[in-house]
């Protein structure tokens, strides 16, 4: 089992930038695939990003080019650079970590990222 730990949304204008970051409770080597999803009010839960273990990621279309996926092996820890944010990505975004696609894996419990116009 994976506990996952998430930390840094808030509340930010439009066209600024937030991190949100994701602490592992186990060695984020054993860790296939890290991700984050998020779910906006009345919408489906979605993938923004992905990174795997071997260091490729996987960027949703709304988000290539603003938001940066990135894993800190030391602190067993990965974030999501988030830039040039819209209204658009308000949302509850959460953790996730498997270790095969198609597989549901474990969730953080969810930070709230809000843009503002």
């Known amino acids: 089992q994976v506990q996952l730990v998430e930390s840094g949304g808030g509340l930010v204008q439009a066209g600024g930038s937030l991190r949100v970051s994701c602490q592992t409770s186990?060695?984020?080597?054993?860790?296939?695939?890290m991700a984050w999803y998020r779910q906006a009010p009345g919408k489906q839960r979605e993938l923004v990003a992905a990174?795997?273990?071997?260091?490729?990621?996987t960027y949703a279309d709304s988000v290539k080019g603003r938001f940066t996926i990135s894993r800190d092996n030391a602190k067993n820890t990965v974030h999501l650079q988030m830039n040039r944010l819209k209204e658009e990505d308000t949302a509850v975004y959460y953790c996730?970590?498997?270790?095969?696609?198609?597989?549901?894996?474990?969730w953080g419990q969810g930070t709230q990222v809000t843009v503002s116009s």
């Open positions: 996730n970590s498997k270790r095969e696609w198609g597989r549901n894996g474990y």
């Open positions: 186990r060695s984020i080597f054993s860790i296939n695939i």
């Open positions: 990174v795997t273990v071997g260091g490729s990621t």
